[in-house]
């Protein structure tokens, strides 16, 4: 007999954003642990098509009010003695859950997995504050690197595991040498934080230094569809340059065709080293998968995995010189750098497996 949870996945409306591969991937695997899962998403996941066609889909929350449904959906789960998984957790559902839980006789784990977790002194208070309660007991907080890890064992929190987030296997028959130059690539979000200002500040400098490298930028809006300052401050130069080999793709791509991107590239990551260095990078897994070498940033998860396994370059200073440096270098050396991303591509998958995401729902 199966059991059941609910996977609770306010956001998840399209195939944008990481939720859709993490919620399909884990999904997938259900029935080699007898488990199933009914999925709490948003408006228009209705039409999203998983691989395991056994999963019961919940259009249920309106973007606009999904913070208020997710309180009255937390309580009826609780009230249920429903299993509940979060697999994108935030502050938001530590408080809730946690409100929620006092006075209840409630028999299970509730399992929230944290990709991020921005520190301040008021947050670390609210978290030392959290943890000292009984209902603390009641949680296993899963983190995606183990600098995020540190940030709830210090506050107290004793059910604290990392657990690199689940992937799909990589198919690694499709590796061909490029048949003309690789690309550039910067896929995803338009975000500062995300290093989109830095790539259009390469693009200028390429244009300024007569360079001929193709370029190519795959950006989609967030969830939310605001911009930032300095990405919106970037997208304005974009429409002032005239880099010739520079290809624009806004639309939102399918699962394949957002990986198919990857193949013949050399992915920048130049994101913000401060706002990811406790962040696990999506995206830069992706690149990996497809074989592509990574240009990144130091002190980052990114950057880790680009020395760890040769398969790209991480800099400390993202001076355009540099950057143009590093490009230049695995330009030179395309084919080792790429023997080196399919080979950590190998070893990530094992890491990233869902069976490991599995094992603890299933275990606890």
Not at 137 to 165: D, E, N, R
Not at 241 to 253: D, P, R, S, V, W
Not at 316 to 341: K, R, S
């Amino acid at each position: 007999m199966s059991e059941t949870i609910h996977l609770i996945e306010p956001t998840l409306r399209d195939q944008t954003g990481h939720c859709f591969g993490y919620d399909d991937v884990v999904t997938q695997y259900a029935e080699q642990h007898h488990l199933q899962f009914i999925i709490w998403a948003g408006k228009g996941a209705e039409n999203l098509t998983f691989k395991n066609k056994h999963n019961q889909i919940k259009a249920h929350f309106i973007y606009k009010f999904r913070k208020l449904q997710l309180y009255f959906l937390y309580r009826k789960l609780i009230k249920q003695q429903a299993k509940i998984f979060v697999p994108t957790a935030g502050r938001l559902d530590l408080v809730m859950l946690m409100n929620l839980l006092k006075n209840v006789s409630y028999p299970h784990k509730i399992f929230l997995h944290f990709h991020q977790f921005t520190v301040s002194a008021k947050k670390q208070a609210l978290l030392q504050e959290l943890a000292n309660l009984p209902t603390s007991q009641q949680l296993v907080i899963m983190t995606t690197t183990h600098q995020l890890a540190t940030i709830f064992t210090s506050a107290g929190f004793k059910h604290v595991v990392v657990l690199p987030c689940p992937v799909p296997r990589p198919d690694t028959t499709d590796f061909t040498a490029p048949a003309s130059e690789p690309t550039l690539l910067y896929a995803g979000a338009a975000r500062a934080d995300k290093g989109f200002p830095t790539v259009v500040e390469l693009l200028e400098w390429l244009e300024k230094n007569n360079k001929t490298i193709p370029v190519r930028l795959q950006i989609s809006s967030s969830h939310s569809g605001r911009v930032d300052v300095q990405t919106q401050n970037a997208l304005t130069k974009l429409t002032t340059l005239h880099y010739e080999h520079l290809n624009i793709c806004a639309e939102t791509l399918d699962q394949k065709a957002y990986q198919q991107q990857f193949n013949d590239t050399i992915c920048l990551f130049l994101y913000d080293a401060k706002a990811y260095a406790d962040k696990f990078s999506g995206a830069t897994l992706d690149a990996l998968l497809a074989g592509a070498p990574i240009i990144t940033v130091t002190n980052t998860w990114m950057g880790e995995v680009a020395c760890e396994f040769n398969a790209g370059i991480a800099l400390e200073n993202l001076a355009m010189e540099n950057v143009y440096q590093a490009i230049e270098t695995i330009y030179q050396n395309y084919a080792a750098y790429q023997v080196c991303a399919r080979q950590a591509a190998e070893i990530l998958w094992e890491r990233h497996h869902p069976k490991h995401t599995l094992k603890i729902l299933e275990s606890t």
